[in-house]
């Protein structure tokens, strides 16, 4: 009878609901965590490598401090996503799903842009505010779904992918401050800070940023189970290692940094500029549609059925809530992390329960500020070797849903439009500045440009029936291409 209760027991893993024993259950949720730690912190760490005239926008403190947050935040939205916070009887905040949530790559190429030139009060100030287009969203999500098809999200999240690849390739090479200081001294200038300018390209971050990613590499394709799944994780160790042998890391921080300290809100005082707040508020659609996508795969995979209209809604809904509470918390703003939605159709383990321990493990790490500052104090090039792929991944999973539209006349002319025009003239700063005021405030940011223009190539050329039935044709060669 024990052993029959036991088996029991492991099978609620399958199930939504339930508690499966602790054994069982712990190892599932911290096999999300390892999935998706490293992405979670990475766009802290982007943000807080910019340099501007020849100060770091963000503070060392101030990195720490968003690491430690963004940790806190995630997890506590990961809970809110498990169990919702129930709105009546027609809406909520969650979706009751599976679903791990994390800071959002999507809006780092916009955010670098604006903290350079606005402060990450301001930044944090916009998040708060601009997540209410995502509140608006999830309360209608049904009508303003036929806006944001396939087509739009795709074209949108190249656009993200081809930014921030140049940024992978700065950490790779040495970082922001290294790359400014070798630039500098490039174009004859006096004033150049030469040990910077010396580790930029220099033979041990390249040869730190290579073993990252190499590592990452070898355990992605011939790896299987645990390793497979953590190969980001090991990754960063393994280059971590390296660097600090190679006496890379100053851990002067991670010795001034508490044991255990409360996340306190409002820390960095978020301020308010439409400047700002308008860029991010495009960017909440595309993460809304992002969340939309990740979680009808999970219920695809894990229960053979699409995402109901509530579900759906709940997920949004708590995307911006998630946001709002990272910003007062200090830090980025969540999103559904589509890594985790992997693992779920590639396990079918789809209990609750399981994330949830996953998302204690996170809060728990938010308690503790040295794990952030361990994490603060990573040389660029072991991070650079790390999401080099994964900015490369995003860009793939625009093209992935580029196919799945279809690649129609039709397609082929808005997506002409979006790249010929909102890409190439929103990636000229000097034509962008010479435009008249609101046509210069859609180009001033590319994924905006992109995102706006798409949406209104799809308004003015609406779809045919060949259209609709090359797009049906080619969903089903991807979903039949994702069952081999």
């Known amino acids: 009878m024990a052993n029959k209760g036991s088996e029991n027991g492991r099978d609620l893993i399958y199930q939504l609901d339930g508690r499966p024993p602790l054994g069982v259950a712990f190892p599932l949720g911290l096999q999300h965590v390892l999935s998706m730690f490293i992405g979670n912190l990475a766009p802290v760490l982007v943000l807080s490598g910019i340099i501007v005239n020849g100060n770091p926008v963000i503070s060392a403190a101030q990195r720490v401090l968003m690491v430690q947050c963004c940790m806190f935040a995630s997890g506590m939205t990961t809970l809110v996503q498990l169990y919702p916070i129930k709105l009546g009887k027609t809406y909520q905040i969650g979706a009751g799903l599976p679903i791990v949530m994390g800071t959002a790559f999507a809006f780092v190429p916009t955010m670098r842009t604006l903290v350079a030139q606005y402060g990450i009060n301001a930044l944090l100030g916009a998040i708060i505010v601009a997540s209410l287009v995502e509140v608006i969203m999830g309360f209608f999500i049904k009508p303003l779904k036929k806006f944001f098809p396939p087509l739009v999200i795709g074209a949108v999240l190249i656009t993200i992918g081809l930014h921030l ?61 645990m390793l497979k799944i953590s190969a980001i994780l090991i990754g960063i160790i393994v280059g971590y290692v390296m660097a600090i042998i190679l006496g890379q890391v100053n851990f002067a921080q991670v010795g001034a940094a508490k044991i255990v300290a409360l996340p306190i809100p409002f820390t960095i005082m978020p301020t308010f500029s439409l400047d700002v707040i308008l860029p991010l508020a495009f960017i909440y659609v595309v993460s809304g549609l992002e969340t939309m996508g990740n979680i009808n795969g999970i219920t695809m995979a894990g229960f053979d059925r699409e995402a109901t209209i509530k579900e759906t809604s709940g997920a949004v809904i708590a995307d911006a809530a998630g946001s709002m509470f990272a910003a007062v918390f200090n830090t980025l703003p969540n999103t559904a992390f589509g890594q985790n939605a992997g693992i779920v159709a590639m396990t079918k383990v789809v209990n609750k329960w399981c994330i949830a321990l996953g998302a204690f493990v996170l809060i728990a790490a938010g308690f503790i500020p040295k794990i952030g500052a361990v994490f603060a ?25 580029l196919a799945k539209a279809g690649f129609s006349d039709r397609n082929m002319l808005i997506l002409s439009i979006t790249f ?65």
């Open 420 to 484: 010929g025009v909102a890409f190439a003239i929103g990636d000229n700063k000097l034509l962008v500045s010479y435009l008249p005021g609101a046509i210069q405030w859609i180009f001033k940011d590319t994924t905006v440009a992109v995102c706006v223009i798409s949406v209104l190539g799809n308004i003015l050329f609406p779809a045919s029936g060949s259209d609709k039935e090359l797009a049906q044709k080619a969903q089903r060669e991807a979903a039949a291409e994702d069952l081999k």
């Open 165 to 225: 690849l140049p940024v992978g390739v700065q950490y790779f090479a040495g970082g922001a401050g290294a790359e400014a200081a070798a630039a500098a001294k490039a174009a004859g200038s006096t004033t150049y800070n030469a040990a910077l300018a010396a580790q930029y390209g220099s033979w041990q971050n390249l040869l730190i940023g290579g073993a990252v990613f190499l590592t990452i590499m070898c355990l992605q394709r011939f790896a299987k189970g």
């Open 377 to 401: 104090a990573m040389p660029s090039s072991v991070l650079g070797g790390a999401v080099i792929t994964v900015f490369a991944m995003i860009m793939l999973n625009g093209i992935k849903l």
